[in-house]
């Protein structure tokens, strides 16, 4: 069975009604679960940065371990060599094994300059982890204040809302699908998610700019759709008595 206008007009203010007391409870949470999840998007910022330095302190700690080694090894080389030069038949010989005692020596020296800037930058590493552990630690105590202030809040409107939820749904399936689009839009697009309204005191109760008398009288007698020229709002009624039109003009 087709719908009249007025009908249809009733529908959407209906819906309108559930959709606001929704929107009323959310403006209760006001920010919380903003606040949450940027808290959240931090937290998981910070154990990635830590994950990053341990990563880091990995890759030095084998640099250093790779250069403990090769000390090791030119020490053995330089002790092999020492004991060569005790045996050596002419001074070609000895001279080359100096060469070689004095290369590994400054293998030596490398390999220390290379292990004391790893372990340099180890411990830089692990400073700015400490650093990052302790702001992590304290948006996890913030995170954890935040939580327990937004489950309280939604705990005491949970039956609420659920209610409004089911209501608001089974309003919405008497809606024609074009109609209820139409709404849906013009909702999405208004700051205070108003898109039916009454026309109040002679003004659009959305955007609070003039309605003349005559569309007044055409918005009350509700025979078509009619919406505010202004912000696109659906007008469902008229508060009051519509304003006369000035003389001289008819309908």
Do not use: W
Not at 39 to 48: C, K, P, R
Not at 100 to 124: D, H, M, P, W
Request: glycine residues 6%; aromatic residues 4%.
């Amino acid at each position: 069975m087709e719908l009249t206008i007025a009908q249809k007009l009733d529908a959407l203010l209906k819906l309108q009604s559930f959709d606001s007391q929704l929107d009323e409870l959310i403006k209760i949470r006001g920010s919380l679960p903003e606040e949450v999840r940027d808290l959240e998007d931090d937290i998981a910022g910070f154990e990635t940065r830590i994950g990053k330095f341990q990563a880091e302190i990995k890759t030095l700690e084998e640099d250093i371990e790779r250069n403990r080694v090769a000390k090791k090894d030119a020490e053995k080389l330089i002790t092999k060599y020492k004991d060569q030069q005790m045996n050596v038949r002419n001074n070609r010989e000895f001279d080359a094994i100096s060469k070689e005692i004095e290369l590994q020596s400054l293998e030596i020296e490398l390999v220390e300059k290379r292990a004391n800037e790893a372990q340099f930058r180890v411990r830089g590493k692990e400073e700015e982890i400490k650093n990052t552990q302790s702001a992590l630690n304290e948006r996890k105590e913030d995170l954890k204040a935040k939580r327990q202030e937004l489950d309280q809040i939604t705990s005491e409107s949970q039956e609420e809302e659920k209610a409004i939820i089911q209501q608001r749904d089974e309003q919405a399936q008497t809606i024609e699908p074009r109609l209820l689009n139409s709404y849906n839009k013009i909702r999405g697009n208004a700051l205070n998610g108003l898109a039916v309204v009454t026309v109040k005191r002679g003004a659009c109760g959305g955007c609070f700019n003039v309605v003349p008398p005559q569309r007044q009288a055409d918005i009350k007698d509700k025979k078509k759709i009619i919406v505010c020229e202004h912000c696109g709002r659906i007008f469902a009624d008229v508060e009051g008595v519509p304003e006369p039109a000035p003389v001289g003009r008819g309908r």
